[in-house]
């Protein structure tokens, strides 16, 4: 997530470089991101570094028409500044990728979808 709250590519590439099956893993992981950032637009301020990654396991080899998705996975990683960002952010993309993103809905329906959460504490807090 860049300043401006957009996910971009970071193998340097952009959208339109993209085949329509990485297309629709890179709108999966843009439609994931952006829930979790309206999600916490109220509670955190913390956030320093938001990536998601996802990967699509295919059919086939190489990329076909005749290639469907078997499975899926989603990586979040995050940081942010205290344990109690932490915890927010924990149920931030819980809730988006359980309930309100609706793209992860869809790809549910098309092949089975994990996930792999990773928040980081970047600045111990004194209690």
């Known amino acids: 997530m860049d300043a401006e709250q957009r996910f971009h590519p970071t193998d340097g590439r952009t959208a339109s470089d993209l085949n329509p099956k990485e297309l629709l893993l890179y709108a999966t992981a843009d439609c994931a991101g952006r829930t979790i950032v309206s999600l916490l637009k109220e509670h955190v301020s913390s956030v320093s570094l938001m990536e998601l990654s996802i990967e699509g396991s295919l059919s086939t080899p190489t990329v076909v028409a005749e290639s469907v998705f078997t499975h899926f ?23 988006a990728h359980d309930k309100y993103c609706g793209l992860l809905q869809m790809m549910r329906r098309i092949a089975p979808l ?13 209690t």
């Not at 940081?79 to 924990?90: F, G, N, P, W, Y």
């Open 73 to 95: 996975n989603i990586i979040y990683r995050v940081e942010c500044d205290t344990l109690k960002d932490q915890i927010i952010v924990s149920r931030a993309i819980n809730l």
């Open 114 to 126: 994990s996930h792999e959460t990773s928040i980081v504490t970047t600045r111990e807090v004194n």
